[in-house]
T-cell receptor, first 118, second 112 residues
Framework: AQSVTQPDIHITVSEGASLELRCNYS??????LFWYVQSPGQGLQLLLK??????LVQGIKGFEAEFKRSQSSFNLRKPSVHWSDAAEYFC????????????????FGQGTILTVHP | DGGITQSPKYLFRKEGQNVTLSCEQN?????MYWYRQDPGQGLRLIYY???????QKGDIAEGYSVSREKKESFPLTVTSAQKNPTAFYLC???????????FGPGTRLTVT
């Protein structure tokens, strides 16, 4: 079964500093990978997705993520964090169609809470 | 505007009562999902539906029921059999399974 691990429960950065949120997945084939962001009391918003091709994907709000097959990772990065980036971030994995069995769902990590200091 | 709506935003019920949460989408998506979110536990899948008149149990279906009579609608009923129903409930939809899902704003259910 597919699984996702976000090792950091809570990260604190200063405004203007760079950010990297870690995500490791377990899946037998090339997965579909996603990052979502959630503000308190709100739904999840899709930041970016990886299906195939270029392993560095660009998303909204200045975020990017890099797929590294050898490390089973899909880390989210932003060069300069803004106070409005404070939120909870979720990594998710889905089964690629070519990869075999569809599990019929996305599997989400436990989330990483980002706090931004002024 | 296309999107997913959930109503109401906040819902309060007495223990022992069934309650139905609404989810509507106008994205023309085939698949719809219900998740439960509790602090520190991420998202847990309750039910999902790939097409109209078909749905599957997720990881925590006990105490919940759903229907999918229309493509646009996927209501969730929290029954009195659900032992700990107080939570934040999120509805989502997608073009198909395994691809990106789009989420509604959520309903916070409090049962006392």
């Amino acid at each position: 079964a597919q699984s996702v691990t976000q090792p950091d429960i809570h990260i604190t950065v200063s405004e203007g500093a760079s950010l990297e949120l870690r995500c490791n997945y377990s899946y037998g084939a090339t997965p579909y990978l996603f990052w979502y962001v959630q503000s308190p009391g709100q739904g999840l918003q899709l930041l970016l997705k990886y299906f195939s091709g270029d392993t560095l994907v660009q998303g909204i709000k200045g975020f990017e993520a890099e797929f590294k097959r050898s490390q089973s990772s899909f880390n989210l990065r932003k060069p300069s964090v803004h106070w409005s980036d404070a939120a909870e971030y979720f990594c998710a994995v889905g089964a690629s169609v070519a990869g075999g069995t569809s599990y019929g769902k996305l599997t989400f990590g436990q989330g990483t809470i980002l706090t931004v200091h002024p | 505007d296309g999107g997913i709506t959930q109503s109401p935003k906040y819902l309060f019920r007495k223990e022992g009562q069934n309650v139905t949460l609404s989810c509507e989408q106008n994205l023309n998506h085939d698949a719809m999902y219900w998740y439960r979110q509790d602090p520190g536990q991420g998202l847990r899948l309750i039910y999902y539906s790939q097409i109209v008149n078909d749905f599957q149990k997720g990881d925590i279906a006990e105490g919940y029921s759903v229907s999918r009579e229309k493509k646009e609608s996927f209501p969730l009923t929290v029954t009195s059999a659900q032992k700990n129903p107080t939570a934040f409930y999120l509805c989502a939809s997608s073009i198909d399974l395994d691809v990106e899902q789009y989420f509604g704003p959520g309903t916070r259910l409090t049962v006392t």
